[in-house]
């Protein structure tokens, strides 16, 4: 869901970067992929380009390419943070947990909350990523931090019960929940 939501949102593009997010809907990964080398022929947003790349390697769960492509995308960053960086950060940091490389991700999510700090999902997946490298602690302070923003949100509760129910930490997992 997060990802048909974010694929259209993120400023205008050609057509073939269009139509390479349409496969990408599609799941259609590879055909997304030679749509995109198409639209950098053509001359289209190499950013857009790149952000794209990263998602179909993301469907095709080749984490480390997404990670390139998404590093590319943000190169190109002009230096005035857009909308568009925090979601090439998101999918960054994605990428990094997928591929098992928890400190890189746990640094974007800093960076992110940097920036933003009423990012409650940032707190709730830097939690995540906390928990996967043992810091019981710091994962915690994370999901009170994201209960306190918004404790009526029954579903953040269940997913904070689940992730810690899955480390190990199913009691305190259902402290939430109470």
Known sequence: AL???VLGGC??????IQGAIELIR???YQGALEQL??????????????RARGIAYMGLTDYEQAVSCFEAALAESNGLVQNVDFDLNFYLAAAYTKSSRFPEAERIYDAILNM?????????????VRLEQGNYQ?????????????????????????????????EEGQAYLR
């Open 3 to 5: 990802l048909v939501a």
């Open 11 to 16: 400023g205008s593009s050609g057509e073939r």
């Open 26 to 28: 599609s799941l259609d």
């Open 37 to 50: 080398d198409s639209a950098e022929t053509d001359g289209e947003n190499i950013r857009l380009i790149n």
């Open 116 to 128: 933003r700090p009423g990012e409650q999902d940032a707190y709730f997946l830097r939690g995540s």
């Open 138 to 170: 710091g994962a915690k302070e994370d999901f009170d931090k994201v209960v306190s923003m918004d404790p009526s949100n029954y579903d953040r509760l269940i997913h904070i019960c689940e992730v810690l129910d899955y480390a190990g930490h199913g």
